[in-house]
C-alpha cells in the first residue's frame, strides 16, 4: 500500500490516496498502522476519496 506519512500540530496520520489503493477495512488498517511498535506509527489512518460535492473528501479513522 502506497502511502504519505504527514504530521502537524502534534499529531501524525497515516494518508492513503483510495482513487489509486484500495483499503479493505479501514478501521482494521488504521490500528494496524498506527501502532508505534509494529506499524508505521501515526494518530491514525485518513483517506483521500471521491466526493459527489468536491475534488476529494477525507475519511479519518483515528488509531483506537
Avoid: Q, W
Avoid at 494518508?15 to 488498517?29: G, L, Q, T
Avoid at 501515526?42 to 483515528?62: E, V
Amino acid at each position: 500500500m502506497r502511502f504519505t506519512k504527514m504530521h502537524g500540530a502534534g499529531n501524525d496520520y497515516v494518508y492513503v490516496n483510495v482513487f489509486e489503493e484500495k483499503v479493505p477495512r479501514p478501521s482494521e488498517v488504521a490500528v494496524r498502522v498506527s501502532d508505534r511498535h509494529t506499524g508505521i506509527g501515526g494518530d491514525g489512518l485518513i483517506l483521500i476519496a471521491p466526493s459527489d460535492k468536491a475534488d476529494a473528501r477525507m475519511i479519518m479513522f483515528n488509531a483506537d
